[in-house]
């Protein structure tokens, strides 16, 4: 066979795997490209599986700095394209990783697993003639692949919050979450409804001593939204880290209020800083249990050290919050396995362990490695999807993806 041929009938089963990606609902989206046949071309990024566990979100990015829409398999078989190419941040960059102190960038499944939300690129044009490249929030129809806004900014935008990103559909389906980010890392967060009549985004929950971030819906009801808030009162005075939470649609006092705070003295004694360093706890990555009478989340003493974040819980019944097991620091990307177990990744060497932290006896379990940080759990923590740069098994493989057996089971 020739060298021509054989190329020619590399893609024609390339395309014929993309047409075989059956039950996905999604053939009318797909771009008119084939998979690309050399993983050395492009890598694939935030991973993300669907509510049902069947399905994986992601992008794929190219050396131009383009990013394109794709879906995979559960077991990465079969990878199709949603979207063509496009730039998404000129200026930024694209950042999905959880090895971050701040929401990052990703998309999300809708309640039904028939949409995808992603970002898009939005420009400003300025009085003197300037033009900003932000980002506004879509979504894409698996059943329809109908495009559409789901957040804008209007079109003589007078705020500050130019990049929209985080997105988190509440557990019902009828609200829209994400924050919003400034040029100089200010952020805030916005929360929505799915039926507003327009997409251009109200004002944001925002006041003038805080900064909010990292939202995250409670999966029972009443669907309440956590997120965290940091309270600065001026420049001379540490920060106050607090989680709070809000319930749209609620007109009760009861809808919005603080589920904890961060005791700036005991923090600091319990971190053990290092002589001559500064300590500014802040929190993140909330993740609520699945029935929502707990909270996991990291706390740190200096937020871009990444090998001092803990996990630490929050019992919403009593208040109580603490580290989940002692001096184990290195942690991030909580995610509960049942009530008494939680899920995360440690940061170990140039690479990650996965550990399994058990609540009753206060120890660790390691289950194994990954390339990087940026990876979603499946729903039923059986396996994790991250993003790797490692070469695949051969010409025709769909996804740069790679996918880790956890051994659990939710």
Excluded at 111 to 138: K, Q, Y
Excluded at 258 to 269: F, G, Q
Excluded at 350 to 367: A, C, F, M, N, Y
Aim: net charge neutral; hydrophobic share 40%.
């Amino acid at each position: 066979m020739s060298e021509r041929l054989a190329r020619d009938f590399a893609l024609l089963l390339a395309l014929g795997a993309v047409l075989g990606l059956s039950g996905c609902g999604v053939q009318r989206t797909l771009a008119q490209t084939p998979v690309a046949a050399d993983p050395g071309n492009w890598a694939d990024v935030n991973p993300c599986f669907s509510h049902s566990g069947h399905r994986i979100a992601f992008l794929r990015t190219w050396p131009d700095g383009q990013e394109q829409l794709c879906i995979t398999d559960a077991d990465l078989v079969r990878s199709s394209p949603l979207l063509e190419k496009e730039l998404l941040e000129p200026d930024r960059g694209y950042s999905s990783t959880w090895r971050r102190y701040d929401s990052p960038e990703t998309l999300a499944w809708s309640p039904d697993d028939g949409s995808i939300a992603f970002e898009r690129v939005e420009w400003f044009t300025f009085e003197n003639g300037d033009n900003l490249p932000g980002t506004a929030l879509w979504e894409i129809s698996l059943r329809t692949g109908a495009i559409q806004p789901i957040a804008l900014h209007p079109r003589k935008y007078l705020g500050g919050f130019y990049y929209f990103r985080d997105p988190q559909w509440s557990p019902d389906g009828r609200y829209i979450a994400f924050c919003g980010e400034g040029m100089y890392g200010e952020r805030a967060l916005f929360v929505r409804p799915v039926t507003a009549p327009s997409p251009v985004a109200a004002r944001p929950r925002y006041d003038f001593y805080s900064e909010s971030d990292w939202p995250a819906w409670q999966p029972m009801r009443p669907h309440r939204l956590a997120f965290r808030q940091s309270i600065r009162r001026s420049a001379a005075v540490v920060p106050v880290e607090t989680l709070r939470y809000l319930t749209p649609g609620d007109p009760s006092v009861a809808a919005a209020g603080e589920l904890w705070r961060l005791a700036i003295a005991p923090a600091i004694a319990a971190m053990q800083p290092q002589p001559g360093h500064t300590v500014v706890p802040r929190i993140g990555q909330p993740a609520w249990s699945r029935h929502g009478f707990q909270l996991a989340f990291t706390v740190t003493p200096d937020a871009t050290d990444y090998s001092r974040y803990e996990i630490w819980t929050l019992d919403l019944q009593s208040g109580k919050a603490g580290p989940a097991v002692v001096n184990l620091s290195g942690c991030l990307h909580p995610v509960w396995v049942d009530s008494n177990h939680i899920g995360a990744i440690q940061l170990s060497g140039h690479g990650w362990s996965v550990v399994e932290i058990d609540l009753r006896s206060r120890t660790v379990r390691k289950l194994g490695r990954i390339d990087s940080a940026d990876c979603s759990w499946s729903p039923d923590r059986s396996r994790i999807v991250y993003a790797s740069r490692s070469p695949g098994p051969g010409p025709l493989r769909p996804t740069t993806l790679r996918l880790f057996y956890t051994g659990l089971h939710r």
